[in-house]
């Protein structure tokens, strides 16, 4: 590993589509469920499981019955909760693949389950990949916290140390997920606008809000081209 930059991907609002809202209208019609209870609930789930801190496996069982069907297979399953998914952002998964043929080393960094990660990664399989067996892949699910938490933070940090990076780049649709990186660590960050879906679960978990904004190394893209800019300004070969 010889790349002087680390760039950090986020995957959901950033490399992926997210659509909370189709999900939550679908899943309004399969249950009893008033809709505020239902996103109560769900969000909770969701974090258990984001952190690692229930199985894959319990997951699904809890989904089922919040869903109202607890006998429903997998695959009915993931046709339901897939919809939380849109389409890969093509144009960002392109300009990922071309700084790293500019030299860049990549980094995938999101806040992920495991149930996620396997539909995701059979569905697109060039938005997720590094293409480099050494880069850093961190999914909460494994680290077992979440953004902003430092866990997640501190394991990239490890990478960038032990391959001599010493520019660091965190791409996210969350500015509060870019303070831990901006603040302890003196990454840069860029707060990626096009895809923000306000309906996203996690968004109504403590310290998952975005009012306050860093305050440094930190630039705003509200498209692609933006985002190019943003990285070039970072010192990013594209």
């Known amino acids: 590993m010889t790349a002087k930059n680390l760039v950090l991907w986020d995957v959901g609002g950033v490399l992926l589509e997210l659509t909370y809202s189709r999900f939550f209208e679908k899943a309004l019609e399969l249950t009893k469920i008033s ?9 909770e789930l969701e974090l258990r499981t984001l952190k690692g ?82 880069s850093p892949i961190i999914y909460s699910y494994l680290v077992k916290d979440v953004k902003p938490k430092l866990p997640m933070y501190k394991k990239a940090q490890k990478f960038a140390k032990e391959h001599d990076i010493t520019n660091t780049i965190l791409i996210e649709d969350k500015e509060s997920y870019l303070i831990p990186g901006i603040e302890e660590f003196e990454w840069k960050g860029i707060l990626f606008t096009p895809y923000i879906d306000n309906a996203e679960a996690i968004r109504s978990a403590s310290g998952h809000d975005d009012r306050t904004k860093p305050r440094k190394n930190f630039k705003i893209a509200n498209s692609v081209n933006e985002l190019e800019n943003a990285l070039i300004s970072f010192g990013v070969e594209v």
Do not use: H
């Open 53 to 134: 801190e229930i199985s894959n496996e319990n997951y699904q069982i809890t989904a089922k019955k919040l869903l109202g069907n607890p006998g429903m297979t997998k695959k009915e399953l993931e046709n339901i909760v897939s919809l939380c998914w849109g389409s890969q952002v093509d144009d960002a998964v392109k300009l990922k693949k071309r700084i790293y043929d500019k030299g860049s080393c990549l980094g995938i960094f999101s806040n992920m389950n495991q149930f996620a990660w396997e539909y995701l990664s059979k569905k697109y399989l060039e938005m997720l990949k590094t293409y480099n067996s050494e």
């Open 35 to 43: 809709p505020e209870k239902f996103k109560k609930q769900y969000a």
